[in-house]
């Protein structure tokens, strides 16, 4: 009879439940809200994600930072040579023209197959643009009259300094020939403000000419310049290596022209951005330390699309 009672006890004793890994259900008897069992740790993966980078290919993505500094400084030197008088309008007309065609010519070799509707409507878009620039800068020559020209420099440069922090390096400040992505809102504010710093600095030129040509100039610097280094690296990184290169030494010789202090000043910001940040950035890999591990929210493998 007592052997009875306790196989009967015995049977009825609540077993202790074993803990299983649910997402929703709410919580487990017998068990914490944050508990784990020892296979926790098993899963966790140290430097998963962590990208092994080269030197020399870090070096050749920084030539794209160097390639446009360089253009920015060609702009900076136009300027500053037809503040000083050393270029007149009909130079600067002359250098717009050939810009423009030498612009649309690498377009035509670099970019994969535009249509002839495309080509002929950036075309009229420039014919307009061009015609209303001419037409609105007699405004612009007067300005900026009642503010000193020690503002509109310290303004200007602010301006290159903002557009240079916020510009898009890896891509085009206008949508490029069959490409999916729109520019960004950061790139826009960048175009802003070098228009703006062109402006102000046209505001302080002699002429109404002057400033259309100025103007034209900077425009199609700022705007297609981006566009045209896009293609020739879509097209060809070799051409885009050389390209870059002789940007850089050209822009070195009229600093060099211009003023020798501004030349070494020049020529270490362009050593500090291929070479030193480069190296700083592979060093700086050794240091980094990445946890993963069935704590991190779950990612989805697929677009979800409406």
């Known amino acids: 009879?007592?052997?009875?009672?306790?196989?009967?006890?015995?049977?009825?004793?609540?077993?202790?439940?074993?803990?299983?890994?649910?997402?929703?259900?709410?919580?487990?008897?017998?068990?914490?809200?944050n508990h784990t069992d020892e296979s926790f740790l098993?899963?966790?993966?140290?430097?998963?994600?962590?990208?092994?980078?080269?030197?020399?290919?870090?070096?050749?993505?920084?030539?794209?930072?160097?390639?446009?500094?360089?253009?920015?400084?060609?702009?900076?030197?136009?300027?500053?040579?037809?503040?000083?008088?050393?270029?007149?309008?009909?130079?600067?007309?002359?250098?717009?023209?050939?810009?423009?065609?030498?612009?649309?010519?690498?377009?035509?070799?670099?970019?994969?197959?535009?249509?002839?509707?495309?080509?002929?409507?950036?075309?009229?878009?420039?014919?307009?643009?061009?015609?209303?620039?001419?037409?609105?800068?007699?405004?612009?020559?007067t300005l900026t009259r009642s503010i000193s020209s020690n503002s509109i420099w310290a303004l200007t440069a602010s301006l290159l300094i903002l557009h240079l922090f916020l510009?898009?390096?890896?891509?085009?400040?206008?949508?490029?020939?069959?490409?999916l992505d729109n520019p960004t809102l950061t790139s826009n504010i960048s175009l802003n403000a070098s228009i703006v710093a062109s402006l102000l600095i046209s505001s302080r030129l002699p002429s109404r000419l002057h400033v259309f040509a100025i103007v034209l100039f900077s425009l199609q610097v700022f705007l297609f310049a981006p566009l045209v280094t896009y293609c020739v690296k879509k097209r060809s990184f070799k051409l885009h290596i050389c390209f870059s290169l002789q940007l850089l030494v050209l822009t070195l010789i009229f600093t060099y022209r211009l003023h020798k202090l501004l030349f070494i000043l020049l020529l270490g910001i362009f050593v500090f951005?291929?070479?030193?940040?480069?190296?700083?950035?592979?060093?700086?890999?050794?240091?980094?330390?990445?946890?993963?591990?069935?704590?991190?929210?779950?990612?989805?493998?697929?677009?979800?699309?409406?």
């Open 1 to 33: 009879m007592r052997q009875m009672e306790t196989s009967i006890s015995g049977t009825s004793s609540p077993t202790h439940p074993k803990w299983r890994k649910v997402v929703y259900g709410g919580m487990q008897p017998g068990f914490g809200d």
């Open 42 to 141: 098993e899963e966790m993966i140290m430097n998963a994600n962590v990208v092994k980078r080269d030197l020399l290919k870090v070096v050749l993505d920084a030539v794209s930072i160097s390639q446009y500094l360089c253009i920015v400084a060609l702009v900076v030197l136009v300027w500053t040579y037809t503040l000083t008088n050393i270029l007149t309008e009909k130079y600067l007309l002359l250098l717009n023209v050939s810009l423009l065609g030498s612009g649309f010519f690498i377009l035509l070799l670099t970019a994969d197959m535009i249509p002839f509707n495309l080509l002929l409507n950036y075309l009229l878009q420039n014919s307009f643009f061009i015609t209303a620039l001419y037409m609105l800068s007699p405004i612009y020559h």
């Open 167 to 179: 510009h898009n390096y890896s891509g085009s400040t206008v949508k490029a020939p069959g490409a």
């Open 273 to 306: 951005v291929n070479l030193v940040c480069p190296y700083w950035l592979i060093r700086i890999q050794e240091y980094k330390f990445e946890i993963n591990g069935p704590w991190d929210e779950a990612k989805l493998c697929f677009n979800i699309t409406e």
